[in-house]
């Protein structure tokens, strides 16, 4: 729904509801009036959470169990970028778990996504910044190689990424939200995240939408 039809809907219910109770006297209508009031208010603040749900803290963490997900999708052949990652990183050392050519990157160490990469990688894994994500989409499109990163699912919708979005897009959602690790909370996850988040990909997945079952477990990071 948009503001403006939510805004317009709680006009119409304010005049409805004053119109039936015109004659039940001022009390009345005053009550039923707050309602309607109270009702609109309750649909904006649904909306405008919606809308702003992708523009969190931008330092939030890949659980280990969410990255067991993607990682059955990547051949073993290929050299992994994970190019917003650190160290203590989820992707970077699952994926040195599972015997994988994977280097990571990030702007801590002076290697900013937007003008570095490496000299050899087919396919980037990673949790970018949310709040840049139309940049980090015409970059990742630019390489035209295969890439896995965490998105709020809403994210899917938008002029600006349609032009991207229209030469292919891969989705991996999941029956529950992932929740996430922060700087406070590197131990175990943040839990109930306000918002959904999917890989969004491009040339990996078998078929265009997967939604598979979320298994969690607790690992920390760093670990």
Known sequence: MSLLWEKDLYSKLNREYNNVITKQGKDKRSHVSKAAQLLGEQILALNIGYLTSDKEDNELYTPYYATDHIIKYLPKDKIIWCPFDENWSAFY????????NVIRSSLAEGQDFFNYEPEKWDII?????????????????SFNKPFAVLLPLNSLQGKTRYKYFKDGIQILSFDARICYHNKEHMDSVVKGSPFATAYFCRDLLPKDLIIEKLITYERPLGE
């Not at 050392?93 to 994988?100: A, C, D, Q, S, V």
């Not at 894994?125 to 015409?138: A, G, T």
């Open 125 to 141: 894994v990673s949790n970018p910044p949310f709040s840049i994500k139309d940049k980090v989409l015409e970059r990742l499109y």
């Open 93 to 100: 050392n699952r994926l040195k778990e599972e015997g994988y």
